[in-house]
């Protein structure tokens, strides 16, 4: 399941992810609020909280991810990526390597960093 991160700048969409993340998930939480963040400003600062093992994403939850990066793929500016899981926050970081803005990994005790990081205006 996806949940909105309220108390956010308004310049970045907060999800957090717990339980078995679907393609419906993706669809009516995550997508309309990427799509209205860059219909508003042109760029993507995005807060990912992930407490839900990345298995527990169905292959349609990847699917649609995958689609809406692509086709919003100049437009991601900071990517912050939350959780404990040690593979996904080091893909988090090699990921600045493949899209053009800047991607980091966080621990889930490294919450507050990362609202700080995702948040400030460079």
Do not use: C
């Not at 679907?22 to 400003?41: C, F, G, H, T, Y």
């Not at 292959?59 to 912050?80: E, H, P, Q, S, Y």
């Amino acid at each position: 399941m996806l949940q909105f991160i309220n108390d956010l700048e308004p310049h970045v969409v907060g999800i957090h992810a717990i339980d078995e993340v679907s393609k419906e998930d993706v669809e009516n939480v995550l997508m309309p609020r990427i799509n209205e963040l860059v219909d508003k400003q042109g760029e993507i600062n995005y807060l990912l909280v992930l407490e839900t093992d990345v298995q527990n994403w169905t292959a349609g939850a990847w699917w649609n991810d995958i689609k809406m990066g692509l086709k919003n793929f100049t437009k991601w500016n900071k990517i912050a990526v939350v959780t404990d899981q040690k593979g996904v926050q080091w893909f988090s970081d090699l990921f600045r390597f493949f899209v053009p803005g800047k991607s980091k990994g966080f621990a889930l005790n490294e919450l507050d960093d990362a609202v700080k990081w995702v948040s400030a205006k460079d």
